[in-house]
């Protein structure tokens, strides 16, 4: 556990971070969406291996812990893809203990740049792999199959991949340059790169294999759940954002010689937002509250967080009469931000659906 106050100075060095590394006009530009200075420095913050343990060169903090930094990095927009490159295999490996303890060690220092393909069906967030297979062909592997949803697709020089072997889940290490990968990359709308990698009759070998059993269904498990709820906190950060530069702009822009702060319609459409990003915010909590709340409570956060973030960036243009899509401001980049990151890792749709469920099994058990 982490106490109040470290995590205040985390949220104080992260505001300091970003202070000094304006994000807005590298992505009005189209540029990189990982920049290795700035993920070098990351890395010298201890954050890339906040979540592993010292063991493995981190500190031992958990996905709890690291919403402070993804909730600031959503309301600066920093597009270093931090939940996963640096967060998911970070609590994949943690969970797996001896399981490539090399990849994690250089994760955390940054000279490794590692995602996870684990997905194989865009809206089926399970666990267990299914589709993606390894064979035994005398002294080598082959592995079959495809995945979905790879985040960092561009970015990442290593992959690591769930499948199934001798019946049951492997985790496996496979270089995209390896014959029989094939990539499609898709061009998401707030300039990142998300893929589908397919593998046909990859030849591995043994060493390629880091870990297999029951462990690697719970460890992906555990990555699943702590991606998205840092992946809410980073959308709430998102939401307090646009709604913050919402405000701010009607105070400043006149419209029949008074500030349209003034005016009733757009006060009550204010209030509408605000109400909408406490929800989210009181649902955060409770999903991050010590001892976990469950998968019910993270799928609960990760829907409010989706709404709350897409209707507060969307409702921010409409509040700048429009103008929110041109270069002149900046809310038009928080809403393509929230797009990507409502639907990544579950809709709203699904994890409400999740979340209800849930709360239906409870009303039961008492």
Not at 319 to 342: P, Q, V
């Amino acid at each position: 556990m982490v106490d109040d106050s470290e995590l205040r100075l985390l949220g104080d060095s992260a505001e300091a971070f970003l202070a000094a590394r304006a994000s807005s006009g590298r992505l009005r530009a189209g540029g990189p969406v990982l920049d290795p200075d700035i993920w070098a420095a990351m890395a010298e913050q201890g954050w890339l291996g906040m979540c592993l343990p010292e063991a493995q060169g981190g500190l031992g903090m958990d996905a709890s812990a690291a919403c402070v930094l993804t909730e600031a990095f959503g309301a600066a927009l920093l597009p270093e893809p931090f939940i996963a490159m640096a967060l998911m295999p970070s609590l994949l490996l943690a969970a797996l203990p001896g399981a490539g303890d090399e990849i994690a060690a250089g994760i955390a220092a940054g000279e490794r740049l590692v995602t996870v393909a684990w997905q194989e069906a865009a809206e089926n967030l399970a666990p267990l792999p299914r589709d993606a297979v390894v064979e035994r062909n005398g002294d080598h592997l082959v592995l079959r199959g495809r995945k979905v949803c790879v985040p960092a697709i561009a970015s990442a020089g290593e992959w690591l991949v769930t499948a199934v072997l001798d019946g049951a889940s492997a985790l496996l290490r496979v270089g995209p340059a390896s014959p029989g990968v094939e990539v499609e990359q898709v061009l998401l709308v707030d300039g990142t790169r998300m893929g589908a990698v397919s593998f046909a009759q990859v030849r591995l070998d043994e060493t390629a294999v880091l870990a297999r059993g029951d462990e690697v269904e719970r460890a992906t498990a555990r990555m699943i759940a702590g991606g998205q709820l840092a992946l809410a906190a980073q959308l709430y950060g998102i939401a307090k954002a646009s709604l913050h530069i919402s405000l701010r702009y009607m105070e400043t822009r006149v419209q029949f010689g008074s500030a349209i702060a003034r005016f009733q319609s757009l006060r009550h459409r204010a209030v509408d937002l605000k109400i909408g990003l406490e929800l989210a915010r009181a649902a955060l909590r409770d999903a991050r509250r010590p001892h976990g709340a469950g998968d019910e409570a993270i799928s609960a956060a990760k829907a409010s967080a989706s709404e709350a973030a897409v209707a507060t960036s969307r409702a921010g243009i409409q509040l700048h009469g429009a103008m929110g899509f041109s270069d002149e401001a900046d809310i038009g980049l928080y809403h393509k931000a929230a797009l990507t990151g409502a639907a990544w890792l579950g809709s709203a749709r699904l994890h409400r659906t999740t979340s209800t469920q849930g709360r239906g099994r409870d009303r039961e058990s008492a």
